[in-house]
Each structure stands twice: as structure tokens, then as C-alpha cells.
């Protein structure tokens, strides 16, 4: 089997790990790195996965999945080009970096497969996005795919749209939280217990979420089905227009996109 690393296991790395564990993937096949020895400590004990040192990841693991903050990655690729000396599969899963940038630093000729993954992939639902670098062969694309499809769904997009589907699937689930968080507060407003109304809007968001992927209706025919005429939705959507949410969520998913541009654009003398 193919041994996986995990470089840096914070809120991704772990989502990774635990939807790979979860997918059913042997626990000796999987290895991370973590500079925080408590919390190295947590996730071994959580889930059984062995802690090294990333030049202990580096003999072992045929792909490196590197899980880092886009402001960490510098160190991270130093000491990967140290220790690199044969062909390896380095996966980024870092927002915003593009794969030239790991190209120039590693050694020539190393394959390069640029992910954009959400926090979904925790409970086996991720969406995720992959671009294949220079040196990346098709049976590297493959080998990426089919990991990320045991922890959620997956498409392929050519690279220069990765950071339009970070800020859409990548940070999507936290305007999906920050909904969430809204409408119950909303219920507290309006009287309703707090777990009373994070239930309501919970399975009420589960519903939705179900219908849109799982019913052959589009989302506009959907909305419309729950809007009667005279009725109570319409008066809150008139609210919602009145005040631009709708503009509002394109005008933040564009400054997400440029934030990711941005943090690429931060490494371009590296
Ligand atoms: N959190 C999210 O929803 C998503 C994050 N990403 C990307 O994943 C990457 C990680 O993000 P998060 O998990 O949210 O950040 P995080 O800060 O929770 O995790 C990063 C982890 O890397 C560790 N680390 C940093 N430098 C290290 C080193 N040299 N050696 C070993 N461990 C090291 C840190 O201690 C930390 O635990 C970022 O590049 C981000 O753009 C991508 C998609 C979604
Ligand atoms: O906020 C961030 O930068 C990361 C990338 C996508 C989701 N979280």
C-alpha cells in the first residue's frame, strides 16, 4: 500500500487523516508531522497514527500531502528539498500557493498536485478540487483522486481556477456556518430556546443541503416551492434583497478569491 504523510496537522491535516481513517485506510499506512508535541500527542491517541520527523515522512512516504498555513510553507519546503532524493508525490493542500512555487524549491523533476479541500472531509463529505503541476503524470492525478474520493467528492479544474474554488468550496462550509449561526440567533430573537432553534435550522440547513444535491431541482425552483404567494417567505426574502445579501455574498467570495491571489502572489520572490 502507499504510505501517506500528512506535513502539519491542524484543522485540515486532521480532517484528512480522520476521513482517511474512517475510509478504512490502514493506520501503518499513514504517518504525520506536527510541531506542536501536544498536539502530536492528541491525534496519535485519537486515531492511532504514527508522529515522525518530516525527514522520517520523507524516507518513508511515497506522497507528501502538506498541510501547513500558506505563511509557514517556506520553512516547510526547506527542509523537504534537504531531505527529497528520489521521485516523490508532494500534494498541497495550501490556500493560495501555486504549484511552480514547490517546483522551484524541490528538487527537479518532483510531481506537484495542487488541492483546494474543505473541513467536510472530517465526516467523509469533503468537496475537493485538484491541479496537476508540471512534473505531475496522470497517474499521480489518479493516485490524488482516488484519496480524496474515499473522504468526499472530487473534480479536476485546471490550476488557474484554483483560487476561485478556494474561495467558493474552501472557505464555502464557513458562509454555511455563518448562515447557520444567523438564523439562530434570529430564533433566540424571536423567543425560541437556543437548542430548540440550532435544531430547527440544523435539519432545516441538512434538508436543504439533501434536496439541492440529492432532487433534480435547481436551486431558484427550489426556493420558489417554499415561497407562496402572500405568504411568510416572501416577506423575508423582500428583507433579504432590501438588504443586498445577495451582493454581499458575491462581493465576499471575490475578496476571498483576491486573498488567495494574494497569498500566492506573497511567495513570487521565493
Ligand atoms: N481550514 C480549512 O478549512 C482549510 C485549510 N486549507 C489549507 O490547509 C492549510 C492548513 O490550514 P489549517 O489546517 O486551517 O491550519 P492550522 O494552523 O490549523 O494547521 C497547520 C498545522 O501545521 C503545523 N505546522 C506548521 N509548520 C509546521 C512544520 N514546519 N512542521 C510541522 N508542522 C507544522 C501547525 O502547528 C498546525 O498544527 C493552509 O495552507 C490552508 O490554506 C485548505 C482548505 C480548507
Ligand atoms: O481561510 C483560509 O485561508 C483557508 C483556505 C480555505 C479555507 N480556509
Redesign the pocket.
Known amino acids: 500500500m502507499t504510505t501517506i504523510a500528512v506535513?502539519?496537522?491542524?484543522?485540515?491535516?486532521e480532517a484528512l487523516l480522520s476521513g482517511l481513517c474512517s475510509a478504512g485506510r490502514a493506520r501503518e499506512d499513514l504517518l504525520f508531522?506536527?510541531?506542536?508535541p501536544e498536539?502530536a500527542a492528541e491525534l496519535t491517541e485519537r486515531y492511532g497514527v504514527g508522529h515522525v520527523g518530516?525527514a522520517e515522512a520523507v524516507r518513508r512516504a511515497e506522497v507528501l500531502i502538506v498541510?501547513?498555513?500558506?505563511q509557514?510553507i517556506d520553512?516547510?519546503l526547506a527542509?523537504l528539498a534537504e531531505h527529497i532524493t528520489e521521485r516523490k508525490l508532494v500534494v498541497s493542500?495550501?490556500?493560495?500557493l501555486p504549484t511552480a512555487l514547490f517546483e522551484r524549491t524541490l528538487p527537479r523533476g518532483t510531481a506537484v498536485v495542487r488541492v483546494?479541500?474543505?473541513?467536510p472531509m472530517l465526516v467523509g463529505e469533503a468537496m475537493a478540487a485538484v491541479s496537476g503541476g508540471a512534473h505531475a503524470a496522470e497517474s499521480d492525478l489518479a493516485l490524488v483522486e482516488e484519496l480524496l474520493a474515499s473522504v468526499g467528492k472530487v473534480v479536476r479544474v485546471p490550476e488557474g481556477q484554483q483560487d476561485a474554488v478556494?474561495a467558493l468550496s474552501?472557505?464555502g462550509?464557513?458562509y454555511f456556518f455563518y448562515l447557520v449561526e444567523a438564523m439562530i440567533d434570529a430564533g433566540i430573537l424571536l423567543g425560541i430556546p437556543r437548542a430548540t432553534a440550532a435544531e430547527l435550522i440544523v435539519q432545516s440547513a441538512v434538508g436543504a443541503a439533501a434536496m439541492l444535491r440529492d432532487g433534480d431541482g435547481h436551486p431558484v425552483m427550489l426556493r420558489e416551492a417554499v415561497t407562496s404567494p402572500a405568504g411568510t417567505t416572501i416577506a423575508g426574502i423582500r428583507e433579504l434583497e432590501k438588504h443586498g445579501v445577495r451582493a454581499a455574498l458575491i462581493d465576499a467570495i471575490e475578496a476571498a478569491r483576491n486573498r488567495s491571489v494574494e497569498l500566492g502572489a506573497a511567495h513570487e520572490g521565493d
Open positions: 506535513l502539519g496537522a491542524g484543522k485540515i491535516g508531522t506536527e510541531r506542536h498536539r518530516l498541510a501547513v498555513k500558506p509557514d520553512a516547510v527542509e493542500l495550501c490556500a493560495g483546494m479541500p474543505n473541513t478556494t474552501g472557505s462550509p464557513a
